[in-house]
């Protein structure tokens, strides 16, 4: 009855795949319905066997890779558009952007479609009911995951692994195994319902619904198990300190007037009420001055002279020239009670068309600038530098760069502690904050540290380094939040070894089967 309607090719390759691709988007944070994957997977894979079978006889008039194509192609642009369409809000800030909403919304997802696309067009007609498939679909489609992250600037926004990050037990894995390897298992996990088509014995089929279970019950396991061992561990560690987080709820606006930046100047010192005497690191969102530099704030530090003490650091993000480019870099700095930088970072990972533009000289000669006002395109931090004040040994992730598990890899061993700035205002009322917050959660596991997050317009928070939310201030809530840190040395993955021998391992035993069946 069902392979009836499927006969239809409009319905099987252009609108199923458009509707399920789209649904994938309530398995994301903030809907965490991450079960429905367990179903949109086995449909996904269903479909592309039955496709293949068809594409012989009923849909006779395109050929098989083309069809399979079409069809990866269509689940790509639902996952995306429904996943990434906050992209667009950020094009409504300039008016020269909004003639660009349009072909943003439909091709950038296209673009990103490809990664699935491509995947499904290679190994379509190799995959058949059966396990060695599902080794196949499932490993091409994490390596593709892999791709995405790394090729151009890299954009591994909501990867698989980010579906369950409400399931704060089932997560602790990625520290053990990595990112892409937890990616790589999940995928798997969502697509072994599938054994309900293979044709095998119904003994066979309760074994493989068994092994789903015992591997959700094992990651459950040991999750409950780390979470424990580290409330012990907590309370043995020496090292604390002091941090209030602030989140002004500031307009997302360029141009200030001088009054307007002392005007914010006066509510962030408000926010952080500072208590003279008492040893504190404030931490003020990117974006507070948006468009001006340290060079054209600095007229204003004397409001920071009467309000703060020798036993206080000020965070916060502001743009700092290169004395020998005159460009500028979207910098995180730390200032003492004189607002003397005493340390900076550069950011490293810029937003293609955001914070620079690609083929700039190109671009501009037919009218196109970065998306963000003030000092042409940001040149590109190079160093991985940590920063040092007091007893903290801090990465430096500002804005975009929480989403790059990278940056965490190559910092240096001895980090104690993460924080992170951010402008959440250019996602505007969308689900985009939420999705970008998520992300935090798995970087904080990743290195198994706290991470402290100050987000303007988005959610600001204190993740401890098992993940679980200590304190928050929601989008759209300005205040502040304090905690005494414990610092923790990091203890990560440094390498993505175990992603790739899984890979390998899920190939091999593939081919192998292949070639078995072959005689």
Excluded at 333 to 351: E, G
Aim: aromatic share 16%.
């Amino acid at each position: 009855m069902i392979e009836k309607y499927l006969d239809n090719r409009f319905l099987t390759l252009y609108l199923i795949p458009f509707i399920i691709g789209s649904l994938t988007i309530i398995s994301f944070h903030p809907f965490n319905i991450s079960i429905i994957n367990l179903i949109i997977f086995p449909l996904f894979f269903y479909l592309i066997v039955f496709i293949s079978k068809k594409s012989k006889s009923v849909y006779r008039k395109k050929p098989l890779r083309k069809n399979l194509f079409t069809f990866g192609l269509l689940f790509g642009f639902g996952f995306y558009l429904s996943g990434i369409s906050w992209i667009v809000n950020s094009l409504t800030f300039d008016d020269n952007f909004k003639v660009l909403i349009p072909f943003a919304l439909i091709l950038i997802p296209l673009f990103l479609s490809l990664f699935i696309a491509l995947p499904i067009l290679f190994i379509g007609p190799y995959l058949n009911f059966n396990f060695t498939s599902v080794l196949l679909f499932s490993g091409i489609l994490a390596f593709s995951d892999y791709l995405r992250a790394h090729i151009l600037t890299g954009f591994p926004w909501n990867l698989w692994a980010y579906s369950t990050v409400w399931v704060n037990e089932i997560i602790q894995v990625v520290n053990l195994i990595g990112l892409y390897s937890y990616n790589l298992v999940l995928i798997t996990i969502f697509t072994l319902p599938i054994i309900i088509f293979f044709k095998i014995s119904l003994t066979k089929k309760i074994v493989y619904l068994i092994l789903i279970i015992f591997c959700i019950l094992g990651l459950f396991v040991f999750g409950n198990y780390e979470i424990n061992k580290n409330k012990k561990k907590l309370m043995e560690v020496n090292d604390e300190v002091f941090i209030k987080i602030v989140s002004p709820n500031f307009d997302l606006k360029y141009g200030l007037t001088n009054k307007q930046i002392e005007e914010r100047f006066k509510k962030l010192i408000r926010y952080s009420n500072p208590e003279k005497g008492k040893k504190t690191v404030f931490i003020w969102p990117e974006g507070v001055f948006s468009g001006y530099s340290y060079d054209d704030i600095i007229i204003f530090k004397e409001l920071i002279i009467k309000s703060f003490s020798d036993e206080h650091f000020i965070i916060f993000g502001v743009n700092q020239s290169d004395l020998k480019s005159g460009k500028f870099y979207n910098s995180m700095v730390v200032v003492d009670n004189n607002f003397t930088i005493i340390q900076n970072y550069n950011k490293r990972k810029l937003v293609p068309f955001g914070e620079f533009l690609p083929f700039e000289n190109i671009l501009n000669n037919l009218g196109f600038k970065k998306i963000t006002e003030g000092h042409g395109s940001f040149l590109r931090g190079f160093k991985n530098n940590n920063i040092s004040i007091s007893k903290i040994n801090f990465l430096p992730l500002i804005c975009y760069e929480i989403i790059f598990t990278d940056l965490i890899k190559k910092s240096h061993s001895d980090t104690n502690l993460i924080i992170n700035i951010s402008e959440d205002g250019w996602f505007g009322n969308t689900i985009g904050p939420d999705q970008h917050f998520a992300k935090s959660i798995f970087r904080a596991i990743e290195n198994n540290t706290f991470l402290l997050r100050s987000a303007n317009k988005g959610i600001s928070a204190i993740i401890d380094n098992k993940g679980k939310i200590i304190k928050r201030l929601n989008r759209n809530e300005a205040g502040n939040i304090e905690f005494n840190v414990p610092l923790i040395k990091s203890k990560k993955i440094k390498n993505d070894l175990i992603f790739f021998v899984l890979l390998i391992t899920y190939l091999s035993i593939f081919l192998i089967y292949k070639k078995k069946n072959a005689r």
